[in-house]
């Protein structure tokens, strides 16, 4: 479901390493995976998370405003969303922020799990500091479909990565979160080695609030054989189940 909403502000200051500012174009993200900890960080509390996407039609707009007055900085460009996800297609929040950012000269640095971001490249080329990240948390898409069921399979991906190299954008993967006993971080890693993205960032699987259920719910569908060791690095972590 897409619901329509009005905001008030449009950049907050980020304490991500290496960005200044966070614009997120949509409340809620359709990719919907599993180890998302979005939610949480948003107060989330409108249904099971993917079901719902509320996008912010005036934050162009507003973002217009805030840009000619805010001291300039790296904008994160979907850190508690995915900017790419399938609803811009129709909605280019994300399309109509960056041609913003382009013409007052902001750096950005895109993440996102989507080969949407492909749709932007003659914007993106045009900009002089411009970084995008594509997320991998496996080469098997198999995995990939439960884990995150709403993105874009694993070859879009590398895909993605390939084509935004080749037009000159700086890449970098963010590998993670490493799957104890699912991802294969070597196949991944050699797998990269054929798209060369800039950099690679690497995370562990992070078991904040109300993502330990969903995990845990996750590996008790579909891999019930790891449902105990799952619950070891649980109890290790002191997180009770
Ligand atoms: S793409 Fe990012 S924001 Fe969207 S559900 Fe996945 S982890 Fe959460």
């Known amino acids: 479901m897409i619901n329509e909403i009005l905001v008030k502000t449009a950049l907050s200051h980020s304490k991500l390493p290496g960005l200044d500012y966070a614009l997120n174009p949509y409340r809620g993200c359709q990719h919907a995976c599993v180890y ?16 719902l996407v509320e996008v912010k039609v005036n934050l162009p707009r507003i973002l217009s ?24 297609k129709k909605y280019e929040i994300t399309r109509r922020c960056l041609e913003l950012l382009l013409m007052h000269d902001f750096p950005v640095c895109i993440q996102t799990k989507s080969s949407l971001v492909l749709r932007d490249i003659d914007l993106l080329k045009k900009f002089p500091n411009m970084e995008v990240g594509i997320t991998l948390t496996s080469n098997d898409d198999s995995l990939r479909q439960k884990l995150e069921p709403g993105a874009s399979s694993v070859e879009e991906r590398l895909h993605a990565l390939s084509e ?13 979160p490493v799957m104890p006993y699912l991802t294969d971080v070597e196949a991944l890693i050699s ?32 891999y019930p054989h790891l449902t105990e060791k799952y619950e070891t690095i ?8």
């Open 65 to 88: 405003k805030e840009l000619r007055v805010k001291k300039k900085g790296i904008v994160g460009l979907g850190t508690v969303t995915d900017p790419y996800q399938p609803a811009e």
């Open 164 to 176: 935004l190299s080749k037009n000159g954008i700086k890449t970098w993967v963010f590998l993670g």
């Open 191 to 222: 797998t990269l080695s054929l798209v060369k993205p800039g950099y690679v960032l690497r995370d562990k699987l992070r078991l904040k609030d109300g993502v330990k259920d969903s995990v845990l719910g996750f590996i008790r569908e579909f």
């Open 36 to 51: 998302c900890y979005a939610p949480s960080v948003i107060h989330w509390g409108q249904g099971k998370w993917g079901d």
């Open 234 to 241: 649980l109890a290790e972590m002191n997180i009770t189940s």
